[in-house]
């Protein structure tokens, strides 16, 4: 007996009536009532959502943004969520009827925007005591568990989209902000150059001042050493005024007598003068006279001597020699001497009387001046005396002044060290104000300045600094086909399951005959393979075409789930085989273990560790990964290793299905009279 003619005969038992054909097909569409019409009705739920009511309530009143502009959040996200339709939302005018209506179920949820929305949105632009903008959202999981979770996406959405369009807001405000400080820093940058340019002046001016100073220190010690000197010379001519009045007063008394004495004297000089002058007179006259008695004679000898030649008595040069021997004569005789000497005393006389004249003018002049002269003298004294006493003020004066000056000394020297201090304050302000100028230029660049469109930008950034680049090597197209792996492969599994409840594991006349046992376990699993590959074509078939399921690989999908279809229907068949009535629980175990690890909903990892176990040595989870890189056009670099580890579940299915021939060769009570048949 061969291993088709086994598998043919168990075939045409089932087929060989009406019944049997419609269990068949009853049970070839098992996959299809499991997996396809789920999937038909979870395909794409998401897009159905504005079938549900949900309440909303705007109490929104607005606020005033801190540049003015008016913000009603509000009105505009209610508007939004309106017009997006993903719910069929209802206004509500108060949050207490929403409430109600969450609570009776007219409502599935109820979306509430407080009073105070917009002007919490608005605070921090302000720097105010900032507080969260609220969204109130009341949920009944008596209405549906998972409708609860999509709500909390829909609102962290909304959440989002207001927190990014109102940070935009303030962010903006804010660079506006730095770049109105980066303005006003520039200016005190500005402000703080010319401020170190003028503690750069008043530095020089500082030094200029200093050394300015310090010569006053030195003119102040010159003054007050020619004032110790002025001191000395007042208190000298203090004494020798002193003298002065004294001698002054000394001369008054002696000259007291003056005026009459010069007068008298003038008198006497006078008289003195008439007689110069008279005696001068007399002694001209004979000095005339003599002189006129020697030209007389003279002329006398001349006349004798003309009429003694004329006589012929003498000769002309007799007479010449008589007139020389005359001339001669009268030179050296006592009357020419006497002549001479009376012309010199009268020289004398004349000089006499003309100072004799000069003395009675000048003796008459001074009897005029000294009545003058002695009231001089007078008030010379007077003014020695004021002298005296001003000189002594004047020393009194230089000593206060040389005090003065002393004061004034010091007082340089401490100018001269004020400036001294002035001058290193200065400087250290100088250098200061230089590094301040030079500090707030810099922080000046380092202020951001943006201009509008980078405003517009960072805005953007700093309102949603975080993006999320989505880069999907393989992503489903719907929510259905997020699903389809995981019930394809549970439909598949189930389809295959509930083929035992109609079709015998192995055959009581396989079983009778001489055949090896392997090839009555093959026979025997041919006919559930046959119909699962049909199972898997059918199921393939209505998920592709007619739910439009598109997966990356049509082809290679389609052979890997025949692939997980002869590895299911062998296992099934083999436990079922070696356990009998028994096997189809462990079947119906092995689904349930499977159905919480394969990971066909969240990652099997979420699960707890015993369940990881279970996924590691159990096929479905194999079958499920598979599926998702050939739906989705993922990398198939797993599907190789995956279908061998099918074969291997395969060959383990015909192992236990072998054991079982080997264990039903053998007849029993139990055998004839089973304790239990489901």
């Known amino acids: 007996m061969t291993v088709l003619r086994l598998a043919r005969s168990e075939l045409k038992r089932m087929t060989g009536g009406l019944l049997p054909k419609l269990t068949i097909l009853a049970l070839t569409m098992v996959p299809l009532l499991y997996g396809a019409v789920y999937l038909y009705a979870n395909w794409d739920p998401y897009g159905n959502l504005d079938q549900i009511d949900a309440a909303l309530v705007v109490e929104d009143t607005g606020a005033t943004a801190s540049n003015g502009s008016r913000l009603e959040a509000g009105t505009k996200v209610a508007s939004s969520l309106v017009d997006d339709h993903v719910f069929n939302w209802q206004e509500v005018a108060t949050s207490e009827e929403a409430d109600q209506g969450v609570s009776s179920g007219k409502y599935a949820f109820a979306l509430k925007i407080p009073q105070d929305f917009s002007a919490n949105l608005v605070s921090p632009g302000s720097f105010d005591a900032a507080n969260q903008a609220m969204l109130n959202v009341t949920t009944n999981d008596a209405n549906n568990y998972v409708l609860s979770n999509i709500v909390d996406k829909l609102t962290t959405a909304v959440h989002s989209t207001v927190a990014k369009e109102v940070g935009e807001e303030t962010a903006n405000q804010l660079l506006t902000g730095f770049g109105t400080i980066h303005a006003q820093i520039v200016q005190a940058a500005d402000g703080a150059g010319k401020l170190s340019d003028g503690i750069a002046r008043l530095r020089d001016g500082a030094v200029s001042l200093h050394s300015g100073t310090s010569q006053l220190n030195g003119g102040i010690a010159e003054l007050a050493a020619g004032q110790v000197k002025l001191r000395d010379g007042a208190n000298q001519l203090n004494a020798g005024a002193g003298q002065l009045s004294s001698g002054l007063a000394q001369l008054e008394d002696k000259t007291a007598t003056l005026p009459a004495d010069s007068r008298k004297l003038a008198d006497g000089a006078a008289q003195v003068a008439a007689g110069n002058a008279a005696l001068n007179t007399k002694v001209q006259d004979v000095v005339g006279q003599l002189d006129a008695a020697d030209r007389g004679l003279r002329d006398r000898v001349v006349q004798s001597n003309n009429r003694l030649v004329a006589a012929g008595v003498i000769t002309s040069e007799q007479a010449g020699r008589i007139l020389a021997d005359f001339d001669s004569a009268a030179v050296s005789n006592p009357v020419a001497d006497a002549k001479s000497k009376l012309q010199t005393d009268a020289a004398q006389i004349q000089r006499l009387a003309d100072g004799s004249a000069a003395v009675s003018a000048g003796a008459s002049r001074l009897a005029g001046a000294t009545p003058a002269l002695t009231s001089a003298i007078s008030k010379a004294s007077t003014g020695a005396d004021q002298l005296s006493a001003g000189a002594a003020a004047l020393a009194a004066g230089e000593q206060s002044a040389v005090d003065g000056t002393a004061r004034l000394a010091e007082g340089a020297r401490q100018l001269d060290g004020g400036a001294a201090r002035l001058e290193d304050g200065a400087r250290t302000a100088s250098d200061g104000a230089g590094e301040l100028a030079s500090g707030l230029a810099t922080g000046a660049g380092n202020i951001p300045n943006p201009d509008d469109a980078q405003k517009n930008n960072l805005s953007k950034v700093i309102a949603d600094p975080v993006a999320v680049s989505d880069v999907s090597q393989a992503k489903a197209a719907s929510y259905g086909a997020g699903l389809a792996p995981f019930f394809l492969t549970l439909a598949l599994w189930i389809g295959i399951f509930m083929l035992v409840q109609a079709m015998r594991p192995i055959t009581q006349r396989a079983l009778a005959s001489n055949a090896p046992a392997w090839k009555i376990a093959v026979g025997g699993w041919l006919p559930f393979f046959a119909v699962s590959v049909v199972q ?39 436990v079922v085989a070696l356990l009998g009535t028994p096997g189809k629980f462990v079947v119906l175990i092995l689904l349930v273990l499977q159905l919480v690890s394969s990971g066909g909903t969240f990652p099997w990892q979420t699960t707890p560790q015993p369940l990881h176990f279970v996924h590691e040595v159990l096929p479905m989870g194999y079958v499920v990964s598979g599926m998702r890189h050939l739906i989705y056009g993922a990398d198939l670099s797993l599907i190789v290793p995956t279908v061998a580890g099918l074969m291997g579940y395969t060959l383990l299915g015909a192992a236990l299905s072998t054991l079982a021939v080997r264990k039903h060769k053998f007849w029993t009570l139990k055998t004839l009279k089973p304790e239990i048949a489901v």
């Open 536 to 574: 898997a074509s059918l199921l393939t078939l209505v998920v592709d075409v007619g739910l439009g399921l598109e997966p990356a690989h049509p082809v290679l999908m389609w052979l890997f789930m025949l692939a997980a279809a002869m590895a299911f229907s062998a296992i099934i068949q083999g």
